[in-house]
């Protein structure tokens, strides 16, 4: 059977409730799924409650969080987290501090330009725990601006460089996994090899400085990867004595051609995956 380890829901930026997934993932014959929404566990409980009505699919709490690497954006999943580590609540606090201060920003940039957003527009378009990302702003511009989709909207307003682009105050990677840990997760480089950043002195680098923060794995399963970056993925996981770990990244309908479990239609992560990662967090014990 297959698994999905990144996953998002309507507590971030997805479009499907965290209780739905469950159901989703039993339709799928998916043994094991993580909730891996963007710098929040506001979804975790409510994604877990279902663990008793799916007692053939294992659900594991997680989170995904923005980081930064020098002057690169990493992506760092935390997996098997306790939500409720005081570790963990006070390093979100201030990041959703600070995506609030950037929402304002963005509200304050968009109507220098012509473009009124109200808190209850961002509600209406599925904002979730009072914290709004882009695609929440997106979607109120395709209402009430006539803009044709989405992707037309971050391409005019809201990617980096464009007009209403506001830059995010990111955490260091390594805090970001020393914080996974503190939780008692799993710490894995997402979606590693999906950057322009992929030479081999890159990231035997960056690897060098993640794995002393106690970075456990690498994303080496993904939907934007071909079967040949996979195999690269795989084998660098091996050089560095990572565990591998592996997701769609789904959203829901926001982006329709990605399916749970299986991505494009070219994603299958073996559930063996699961047991090696489930033991890749644990204290190491040497015996002399």
């Known amino acids: 059977m ?25 339709a799928a014959k998916l043994s094991a799924i993580a909730l891996t929404d963007h710098d929040t566990v506001s979804g975790v409980a409510e994604f877990m409650s279902r663990q008793p009505e ?4 294992k659900l594991i709490s997680g989170v995904e969080f923005s980081s930064r690497f020098d002057a690169r954006e990493l992506h760092i999943v935390g997996l098997f987290i306790d939500k409720d580590n005081p570790v963990l609540q006070k390093f979100l606090s201030a990041m959703r501090d600070s995506r609030l201060n950037r929402a304002d920003l963005m509200q304050q940039k968009l109507k220098s330009l012509g473009y009124e957003i109200s808190w209850d527009d961002l509600r209406a378009a599925g904002m979730q725990s009072d914290v709004p990302g882009r695609p929440h702003f997106a979607e109120v511009l395709v209402k009430k601006y006539n803009f044709p989709d989405n992707q037309s909207v971050f391409d005019q307003l809201l990617k980096r460089g464009a007009a209403g682009y506001v830059p995010r105050e990111l955490p260091e990677s390594a805090t970001a996994i020393q914080v996974i840990k503190a939780a008692g997760g799993v710490a894995v480089w997402a979606h590693f090899l999906n950057s322009k950043y992929t030479s081999k002195t890159v990231i035997n680098r960056t690897l060098t400085e ?10 080496a399963y993904y939907t934007e990867y071909t079967p040949t970056r996979q195999a690269t993925a795989l084998r660098i996981a091996e050089e560095h004595a990572l565990a591998v770990s592996g997701g769609s990244d789904y959203h829901g309908s926001i982006h329709p051609e990605v399916k749970l479990g299986i991505g494009r239609g070219n994603l299958l992560v073996p559930d063996e995956v699961l ?4 033991g890749a967090g644990k ?6």
Request: aromatic letters at 2%; a negative charge; charged letters at 20%.
């Open 54 to 57: 799916f007692p053939q699919i």
């Open 275 to 278: 047991t090696k990662l489930e």
């Open 2 to 26: 297959a698994i999905d380890l990144h996953i998002h829901s309507t507590a971030s930026d997805g479009t499907v409730p965290p209780g739905k997934l469950p159901e989703m993932a039993a």
């Open 210 to 219: 993640l794995k002393i923060a106690g970075l456990d794995a690498l994303e």
């Open 283 to 288: 204290p190491k014990v040497l015996i002399v």
